[in-house]
């Protein structure tokens, strides 16, 4: 340990940077005017500082100085700095500069995240929603792909390594902490940790990395699952009174359910699964492929599933006489004979009444699956037009209507599709107008 130096030299550019251990306000390193403490790692202390003349924020990592001699120590450290300067991404926190104090110990100035980590974050707000805890994956996962592909495992994910800085609308995500980091070496080379050496934090780590074993992208993928479910829940998937305690769930354990704790879609539920499987190769094997299945799993919440409606009116004309018991057989007809047109093409019935009936059915997703659909609607609802008139006698008007719309469909008593809101149940606004014997698409240009 470095001894206490006489405190006179703790003005702001002094020429002496260095107070000990830990540096005083006003200490100055490099460039950079010490302001503060914010944060004492168990190797490295972080300050807040700003730049002598610009009075630009930054934030300051410092060695502490009983590691000043551990080489291995001070080669993680410096190639933290290394790692982030070749790591260029907005969701990874930018280095700024790299210098070493006068007693040799490194230090790191980097951009200053106006933020929180996510762990505090949670601790004041509760859980992240699944458009928020989308937004997180996103960011981090852009960052980690670029890390995987530039051949660098962070290896230390977890909440306190990641900065929430809130928005004008919002928030953004910044990864930081790659002192544990290390750039993947080819089979049989040794890597910068000795081998056997554990580096990782048991709330996040997979189980081969707690066993030592070889680390890939996929063990950073366990560690996105850690956090996902953490987002979610609020809680870790596996906690404990001791490191060892979460370690064995780890190793052992089931991955627990987010449906334990908080309403969880199944296919959400599966993607963490499968970033928690013990087994690597059971994992998802790489950021893409992950966030796919994400985007994947919570689609279907962001998006309004569509229906098409045809809307069958049979009428005697205005001027029409008291009709006759022929001409109300007529009517019968002709509503028969659509309503067995559109039953024999699968569609269902949402209302049926002695002069009129709504047939309806579910669109595809996706734009031209959804045109073919509508083309079909058009198809049909001439047939139904066709069969109906055929059916009646010139006395009665067959009035027909086609449309769609975003519709609310939900199972009914038995478990059957069943239209329960939307435009398509709001005759009044598309079943009007139009000319008898002819079909009237309500619905405009092809829903998008
Ligand atoms: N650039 C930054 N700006 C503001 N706060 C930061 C910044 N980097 C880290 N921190 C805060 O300091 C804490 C420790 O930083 P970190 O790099 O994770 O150090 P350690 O190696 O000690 O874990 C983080 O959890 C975060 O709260
Ligand atoms: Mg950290």
């Not at 290896?155 to 290390?182: C, H, S, W, Y």
């Not at 580096?199 to 996929?218: H, N, S, W, Y």
């Not at 006395?395 to 599709?417: F, I, K, M, N």
Request: hydrophobic share 45%; glycine share 8%.
């Amino acid at each position: 340990m470095a001894g206490t130096p006489p405190r006179d030299d703790a003005a702001p550019g002094a020429e002496v940077s260095l107070y000990g251990d830990e540096l005083e306000p006003g200490a100055l390193v490099g460039t950079w005017v010490v302001e503060g403490r914010v944060h004492a790692g168990v190797t490295a202390w972080l300050y807040r500082a700003s730049h002598i003349s610009t009075r630009s924020p930054a934030a300051l990592k410092v060695l502490r100085a009983e590691y000043n001699h551990v080489s291995e120590v001070l080669r993680r450290f410096k190639q933290e700095a290394d790692t982030l300067q070749a790591l260029r991404h907005p969701n990874i926190v930018e280095v700024l500069e790299y210098g070493e104090l006068r007693d040799g110990r490194p230090w790191l100035a980097m951009e200053w995240l106006p933020g929180e980590s996510i762990d505090r974050w949670l601790a004041h707000r509760g859980p992240f929603s699944t458009a928020e805890a989308l937004t997180v994956m996103e960011e981090l996962g852009g960052a980690l792909h670029l890390a995987h592909l530039q051949g660098v495992l962070h290896r230390d994910l977890k909440a306190q390594n990641v900065m929430v800085i809130p928005r004008a609308e919002g928030f953004t995500v910044k990864l930081v902490d790659f002192g544990i980091a290390r750039v993947q070496v080819p089979e049989g080379l040794s890597g910068l940790t000795s081998a056997g050496a554990v580096l990782g934090t048991p709330v996040a780590m997979a189980p081969e990395q707690i066993r030592g074993q070889a680390v890939d992208a996929r063990t950073d993928l366990y560690a996105l699952g850690v956090l996902l479910y953490q987002l979610l829940t609020g809680r870790l998937p596996f906690e404990g009174a001791s490191a060892v305690e979460v370690e064995e769930q780890h190793l052992h354990a089931p991955p627990p359910r987010l449906g334990e704790r908080v309403h969880a879609p199944p296919a959400l539920e599966a993607v963490v699964q499968r970033c928690l499987a013990k087994r690597p190769e059971e994992r998802w094997p790489d950021v893409p492929t992950f966030l796919d299945a994400l985007r994947e799993a919570l689609a279907p919440a962001a998006s309004t599933p569509w229906a098409a409606g045809i809307y069958v009116d049979v009428r005697f004309p205005e001027s029409h006489e008291e009709p006759s018991d022929e001409d109300l057989d007529a009517r019968d007809a002709a509503l028969d004979a659509a309503r067995d047109t559109l039953d024999a093409a699968g569609w269902r019935f949402a209302l049926e009444g002695g002069n009129a009936l709504l047939a309806w059915h579910a669109l595809p997703e996706g734009h031209e699956a959804r045109a073919h659909a509508l083309a079909d609607t058009r198809a049909l609802a001439e047939q139904a037009l066709t069969q109906a008139r055929d059916a009646a006698s010139s006395a009665v008007q067959v009035w027909l209507y086609a449309h769609a719309a975003p519709s609310e469909v939900t199972p009914d008593a038995r478990g059957r599709p069943r239209l329960a809101g939307g435009e398509l149940l709001r005759l009044e606004r598309w079943a009007t107008g139009g000319t008898p014997g002819t079909v009237t698409w309500a619905g405009g240009g092809l829903p998008g």
